[in-house]
């Protein structure tokens, strides 16, 4: 590997105007590449369903269905692998690509929360629970592994990582305005009352169940160590959820804009580069959007429009600035609001599928068309609607715990229009949620007609009730 | 650009062996569903069978089936553009979809079959006088200290090496000599077996509709692998019948077509013949299964009902199946099972008042594991518990 070259790649992404965190670059066999793939980062916490993912990916490698170019960690100093079997016109490429995402972790306002310690904190959170493995067994650590993971998308990133408990019961005064908007007139009247604060846990529907679990289940103190360690590395891991499209979009983009800028490719690397570069945007499957995909060709489509608006002096600011500012501000939900055009939309022949019965997928009711998936929408807003729907709330449904009742923990399902909860699954993670409480889990939730139901998970199993 | 020694930080290896772990432990808890699985009963020579492992997911609060998503490509609106269980293929997008991907497990069938067998046993199984054959088998049951490397008993000889360090005051392993290793020695034994014939009995008439007949192979199917691994040697013999029975190879058993009516009558006939003359009952343990739809020819029934309690004097047991189900949907778990009575041939047999005439009905393809469960219950005769049982295997 000449380091030449390297050093030219990455001063080019400086000279572009990326700011990145330092990297440093790890060149790794296949075997590895998939572990630290499977695990998302290179020394974590031992969990099963990591090695059902890294088997997976290894066979995958194997037999050429899918490489993995390169891995790149989200922390200050960046580490990226890349593959022992690269090229080297692909290691400048994926160089390229890893600036990209850097400067993306350090910049985009999603990841301004994250830990950029984490390579380092999971190798602590790894030796913990090895550690509780060692003593409490590894059937009792992974299953509650296994609850936990079964909720850790349920967080709440507004309130964040570290929170402080809720306040204890006490009464306060507090000011009020015995008018509304007096104030604008200059008739200001204070009142004082007296508020109880603390009276009831959660004093509001609670999102953040972990969390929550952690201050209040009757569980012993390693327990909660567990949990808040798997909490800690959801919270680390959702903006890289809620950013996909856009960060992938902004590293490739990136790659293609250095690599072309780069002078001293020779012709035949220049052309290996090309053959790489359209694999990574290759569309994809007919039922799924690459996000690579996608992402680029909106960034290329945002900067050319916005250029022509720049010279027609419609817009303050380039291209180029436009794209800038998209990275530092934007999540893959508002890009894709935002920036995705129906010109763009009938351009990469883009459409939302779904069942075409009638009646809904759900409930006993079965016709021909149940099995099939048709074309329902090219529009832009249905489009996009398909695109951002599993994308919110870390994919998974809104449901937060709403009150404590005489020792049983009710939780709510916020009705959304993404249907009904898949029945089995919910039985299971109520279970879990059991084991954990210890007390009964009642879920308010809707079935697929969109009545009320409420699901009481206890020591006897599951009720479903009104 | 640094290059890390990685081997020392593997962590994947022993995490994948322990999901290994628990794949196996769930296809244990789901044999109930796997029994009538597809791909296993037509695995036919193949070591290695895929199961599509829909309960090793991780459970966590979910959207039932959206079965929506974005897509790319020509088609007009309202094409279809594919069936369900077709949207992952050759997608390598990775898990922006909770719960999409099916997991396919890999296992021999051998392992398979005695996970699903291990409990089952042929019932009241009896030593009959005559015609014991004495088999030869071999365990190790002792040790000493010459032998083949390939017999070394690992945990005996470390302990013959930390016991003769521990006598010099210095209790570790380490420092092998020739006088710790130990070595397993075999020695044969003879065992006795009892003699079972075993009738396997399909009815093939029109009635029995191919997902019937699936059903009935599925048993039949198990049964056999049951036979084979638990037991040296049985007499099988494999009659189809419709408004006739014949004794058919065992392959083309497994791959009989069907039409005509039904007369049971006439399985029952032949099996009852081929008992007298073949397998006479002070001799051999006899066993009769047989499945059909009970779709029986009215006036049947009481022959039938004739056949099988003179039958039942000559075999050991007679195993009655039906398969009740009233259409695919129902058949395939779905919520409500049909329920229908059960077929005037039963409600004729029914009435035999014996204990080893056993009846169990299959409304869906879970139940075909209860059937085994029913007819090969282990309930030991009086005093007589000889596990294996000879004969030369023959068909038809």
Redesign the interface.
């Given at each position: 590997?000449e380091?030449l070259r390297?050093l030219e790649i990455r001063e080019l992404a400086q000279r572009s105007g990326l700011d990145f965190f330092d990297v440093?670059?790890?060149?790794?066999?296949q075997d590895?590449m998939?572990?630290i793939a499977?695990?998302g980062l290179?020394?974590?916490a031992?969990?099963?369903?990591?090695?059902?993912v890294?088997?997976?990916q290894r066979v995958?490698g194997q037999m050429g269905?899918?490489k993995i170019y390169e891995i790149v960690l989200n922390n200050d100093p960046g580490y990226a692998f890349l593959l022992d079997t690269n090229s080297e016109v692909a290691n400048l490429l994926v160089a390229a690509h890893v600036y990209g995402h850097s400067d993306f972790f350090k910049q985009n306002v999603y990841f301004s929360p994250t830990n950029r310690n984490m390579v380092n904190v999971a190798v602590e959170h790894?030796l913990r629970i090895d550690e509780y493995i060692d003593r409490y067994g590894?059937d009792r650590v992974?299953r509650l592994m296994?609850i936990a993971?079964?909720?850790d998308?349920?967080i709440d990133v507004h309130k964040g990582l570290v929170r402080k408990p809720y306040p204890t019961r006490q009464v306060v005064e507090r000011e009020r305005r015995t008018q509304t908007y007096a104030d604008i007139f200059g008739e200001e009247d204070f009142a004082l009352t007296k508020v109880v604060v603390g009276d009831t846990i959660p004093p509001h529907p609670e999102k953040d169940l972990l969390w929550f679990l952690v201050q209040y289940a009757p569980i012993e103190p390693w327990e909660r160590d567990v949990l808040e360690i798997i909490r800690e590395e959801s919270y680390y891991f959702h903006p890289q959820f809620e950013t996909?499209i856009l960060n992938e979009g902004w590293a490739t983009y990136w790659h293609a804009e250095i690599l072309h800028q780069y002078a001293k490719l020779s012709p035949s690397e220049t052309i290996d580069f090309g053959v790489l570069h359209a694999g990574v945007v290759n569309?994809?499957?007919?039922?799924?959007?690459?996000?690579y995909y996608l992402g680029y060709r909106m960034l290329v489509d945002v900067e050319r429009r916005t250029d022509q608006l720049y010279k027609a002096g419609k817009s303050a600011i380039s291209g180029r600035e436009k794209l800038f500012e998209i990275r530092t501000q934007e999540n893959d939900i508002s890009f894709l609001q935002n920036y995705l055009t129906q010109e763009l939309v009938e351009e990469?022949?883009?459409?939302?599928?779904?069942?075409?019965c009638e009646h809904g997928?759900?409930g006993?009711k079965?016709c021909q068309k149940?099995?099939?998936?048709?074309?329902?929408?090219?529009r832009l807003e249905d489009?996009v609607y398909?695109?951002v729907?599993?994308r919110y709330n870390y994919?998974?449904?809104r449901?937060v715990i709403a009150n404590v009742n005489d020792g049983s923990l009710w939780l709510e399902?916020e009705p959304t229009d993404?249907?009904?909860?898949?029945?089995k699954?919910?039985e299971?993670?109520l279970e879990?949620l059991h084991e954990l409480w210890k007390r009964p889990v009642r879920l308010k939730t809707f079935n697929?007609q969109r009545e009320t139901t409420a699901l009481t998970y206890s020591a006897s199993g599951m009720q479903i009730g009104k | 650009m640094t290059e890390v020694p990685w081997d020392l930080r593997r962590r994947a290896l022993k995490d994948s062996i322990r999901h290994d772990k628990r794949v196996k432990e769930a296809i244990r808890q789901n044999l109930k569903e796997l029994i009538a699985e597809e791909n296993i009963i037509t695995a036919e020579g193949k070591k290695l069978v895929k199961i599509p492992l829909r309960y090793l997911d991780q459970y966590r609060f979910r959207f039932g089936e959206m079965g929506s998503g974005t897509g790319q490509g020509k088609g007009h609106v309202g094409e279809v553009i594919a069936r369900d269980g077709e949207r992952n293929e050759g997608s390598e997008q990775p898990g922006d979809q909770p719960g999409e991907q099916v997991y396919e497990a890999e296992i021999a069938v051998e392992e398979l079959a005695h996970m699903m067998l291990e409990d089952l046993a042929l019932p009241w199984l009896e030593d009959k006088e005559a015609q014991q054959i004495t088999t030869h088998t071999y365990d190790f049951d002792d040790v000493r200290r010459k032998g083949s490397m390939a017999h070394l008993d690992k945990k005996r000889t470390l302990l013959e090496n930390l016991k003769r360090h521990a006598a010099h005051k210095e209790p570790k392993v380490g420092a092998f000599r020739d006088a710790d290793l130990r070595f397993k020695v075999w020695s044969a034994h003879e065992e006795y077996h009892s003699n079972a014939a075993v009738y396997l009995l399909m009815d093939r008439s029109g009635s029995m509709t191919t997902e019937k007949k699936y059903i009935a192979k599925s048993f039949f199917f198990w049964l056999v692998r049951f036979l084979r691994l638990k037991y040296q040697t049985v007499d099988m013999l494999f009659i189809a019948h419709d408004t006739e029975a014949q004794v058919v190879p065992e392959q083309d058993f497994f791959t009989i077509s069907n039409n005509g009516g039904t007369m049971c009558s006439s399985a029952y006939r032949i099996a009852l013949e081929h008992i007298q003359q073949t397998h006479p009952h002070a001799r051999w343990n006899n066993y009769v299964f047989h499945f059909s739809d009970g779709d029986n020819w009215h006036d049947d029934n009481s022959h039938c009902r004739a056949l099988v309690t003179q039958l039942l004097d000559h075999t050991t047991m007679v195993g009655y199946g039906e398969i009740r189900y009233q259409d695919e949907a129902s058949f395939y778990g779905g919520a409500h099972a049909y329920n229908s009575s059960w077929s005037t041939l039963h409600q004729e047999l029914s009435t035999i008042p014996h204990q080893r005439f056993m009846t169990v009905a299959i409304k869906q393809k879970a139940d075909v594991y209860q059937a085994l469960q029913t007819f090969l219950a282990r309930n030991e005769a009086g005093g007589v518990s000889s596990g294996l049982v000879n004969v030369a295997l023959r068909t038809g």
């Open positions: 590997m380091s390297f440093i670059f790890e060149v790794v066999p590895i998939s572990e499977a695990y290179p020394t974590r031992r969990h099963w369903s990591y090695g059902k890294y088997i997976r995958h269905l899918s790894a590894l992974e296994d993971f079964a909720i998308r349920h996909k569309p994809g499957h007919p039922m799924s959007v690459n996000p990469l022949g883009l459409f939302a599928y779904g069942h075409a997928p759900q006993q079965r149940c099995g099939e998936l048709t074309i329902q929408s090219r489009v398909s695109l729907a599993p994919g998974a449904p449901i399902h993404l249907g009904p909860l898949d029945l699954y919910a299971k993670t879990y697929g | -």
